[in-house]
Nanobody
Framework: QVQLVESGGGLVQAGGSLRLSCEAS????????MGWFRQAPGKEREFVAA????????YYADSVKGRFIISRDNAKNAVYLQMISLKPEDTAVYYC????????????????WGKGTLVTVSS
């Protein structure tokens, strides 16, 4: 069992930056691929980024490439999402997720979800 707790959300102006964190419980964190998803008001949840269990491979949605960076620290049981050049359309609840295969997290295969952290980008 893995429990995921996100933090770092908040209100930021367009063009600003935020760093989201996700802390995981359990001793098996390093065996999971990790990802970030988001859900904007009135929209479906969408894939944002994923990272392999080792941290070597990363994957991004086209909408965030070049602006967001996913990273992890297996010694701290944590995964991060550094977001820069934020846009109002990035406003959403951001969810941390754990799954088996990083390159397939965008398609499913999620074992665990966090409860989310709200990011609001004002224009």
């Amino acid at each position: 069992q893995v429990q995921l707790v996100e933090s770092g959300g908040g209100l930021v102006q367009a063009g600003g930056s935020l760093r989201l964190s996700c802390e995981a419980s359990g001793r098996t964190f390093s065996s999971y691929a990790m990802g970030w998803f988001r859900q904007a008001p009135g929209k479906e949840r969408e894939f944002v980024a994923a990272i392999s269990s080792s941290g070597v491979a990363t994957y991004y949605a086209d909408s965030v490439k070049g602006r967001f960076i996913i990273s992890r620290d297996n010694a701290k049981n944590a995964v991060y999402l550094q977001m820069i050049s934020l846009k109002p359309e990035d406003t959403a609840v951001y969810y941390c997720a754990a799954g088996s295969v990083a390159r397939r997290l965008s398609e499913g295969g999620i074992n665990y979800w966090g409860k989310g952290t709200l990011v609001t980008v004002s224009s």
